[in-house]
């Protein structure tokens, strides 16, 4: 049989540990709809690499640090995803049974610093390390906010 040390389960950096999603839609006066979806999730793991031939096989990309493929960020707040994204919908009833929706969209409406990915490699060609190793590379999508219609008949 294949040694078990090649089956060995390690993380991937699709992994995630907690998600928290809170939606919501409210109806209010005149017409107007608001609905809200907030995402709260810790850090996924980075892939790393020694960045040197340490394994002598002249390729760097087998190379891990401690024999661990990825490493998770920090545990501090500042590294979980936190997202709330807003719609505002106001309908204008058009008669005959059509109606017009306004509606307003803003995604990451607190405009949070949410990293997207990571510097993984520990060490430059010549052995020195990396200042930038662990450091954000990366950023999902600031605030962005939309205008749309939409006609129902």
Known sequence: GA???????????????HRF???GIWAFPFGLRLSTITTVASPRP????????????G??????IDGKRYRV??????YWYRMVDLR????????????????VEGFNVFNTENFAGYFGVQKSNNGALRADF????????????????????
């Open 3 to 17: 040694a078990p040390q090649f089956y060995t389960m390690q993380r991937i950096s699709g992994d995630e540990e």
């Open 21 to 23: 999603v809170l939606s």
């Open 46 to 57: 980075y892939r790393t690499r020694l960045g040197v031939d340490t394994n002598k096989n």
């Open 59 to 64: 390729f760097v990309q087998d190379d891990w």
């Open 73 to 78: 960020p920090g545990d501090a707040w500042r």
């Open 88 to 103: 505002l919908t106001k309908a204008i009833d058009l008669g005959r049974g059509a109606r017009l929706s306004v509606i």
């Open 134 to 153: 662990g450091s954000p590379s990366a950023l999902f999508a600031t605030r962005q906010v939309q205008l749309g219609t939409r006609l129902e008949f």
